[in-house]
Antibody, heavy 112, light 111 residues
Framework: QVQLKESGPVLVQASETLSLTCTVSGFSLTNYGVIWVRQPPGKGLEWMGIIWRNGNTDYNSALKSRLSINRDTSKSQVFLKMNSLQTDDTAIYYC??????WGQGVMVTVSS | DVLMTQTPVSLPVSLGGQVSISCRSSQSLVHSDGNTYLHWYLQKPGQSPQLLIYRVSNRFSGVPDRFSGSGSGTDFTLKISRVEPEDLGVYYCLQSTHLWTFGGGTKLELK
């Protein structure tokens, strides 16, 4: 069955770079895109960006200057990197396959 | 960028009652392929969002028929009939016609 699992550091210092990995199973990254979504504590969902099945990417315009998404199809992994972190980047970070399959999310705290 | 305005922010309900949630987009969500990619989710505390309705009015697998979606163009509605305790949580609309944008959320809670 389709599974997605996010992993990465739970605590990051402000001004540093966040690196997260989404490891998928049950489907190929060359057949489906993967999306990153985040949710600050007690707040709503924010779309961050997508890596399409052909490897192209699109980003939320508000995050574009700080965000990059890449992948390793041989390892079934998608990578998110976001630099210049601030405390308001504290959030649960989810990866999803299309609209229906979501990972459990990973809580990342940015400390000043 | 597409903006999604979801109302109300909070929605008190009695069990067994009926409620509606509205979602309006800043531009038409009709894709060039003719489909309208407007979806609805429910998020319960500590959980990932779960898909309820896809492409305006299609119930996802296992979603009871108490949930129904309607609308077109820029105006969409989620209706929940005969509200049950497991329906409580935060509802989000999502448009995926023009990349993705979520609505701000509606918290469904007991009166």
């Amino acid at each position: 069955q389709v599974q997605l699992k996010e992993s990465g550091p739970v605590l990051v210092q402000a001004s540093e770079t966040l690196s997260l990995t989404c490891t998928v199973s049950g489907f190929s990254l060359t057949n489906y895109g993967v999306i990153w979504v985040r949710q600050p504590p007690g707040k709503g969902l924010e779309w961050m960006g997508i890596i399409w099945r052909n490897g192209n990417t699109d980003y939320n315009s508000a995050l574009k200057s700080r965000l990059s998404i890449n992948r390793d199809t041989s390892k079934s992994q998608v990578f998110l990197k976001m630099n210049s972190l601030q405390t308001d980047d504290t959030a649960i970070y989810y990866c999803t396959r299309d609209i229906r399959d979501w990972g459990q999310g990973v809580m990342v705290t940015v400390s000043s | 960028d597409v903006l999604m305005t979801q109302t109300p922010v909070s929605l008190p309900v009695s069990l067994g009652g009926q409620v509606s949630i509205s979602c309006r987009s800043s531009q038409s969500l009709v894709h060039s392929d003719g489909n309208t990619y407007l979806h609805w989710y429910l998020q319960k505390p500590g959980q990932s969002p779960q898909l309820l309705i896809y492409r305006v009015s299609n119930r996802f697998s296992g979603v009871p028929d108490r949930f129904s979606g309607s609308g077109s163009g820029t105006d969409f509605t989620l209706k929940i009939s005969r509200v049950e305790p497991e329906d409580l949580g935060v509802y989000y609309c999502l448009q995926s016609t023009h990349l993705w944008t979520f609505g701000g959320g509606t918290k469904l809670e007991l009166k």
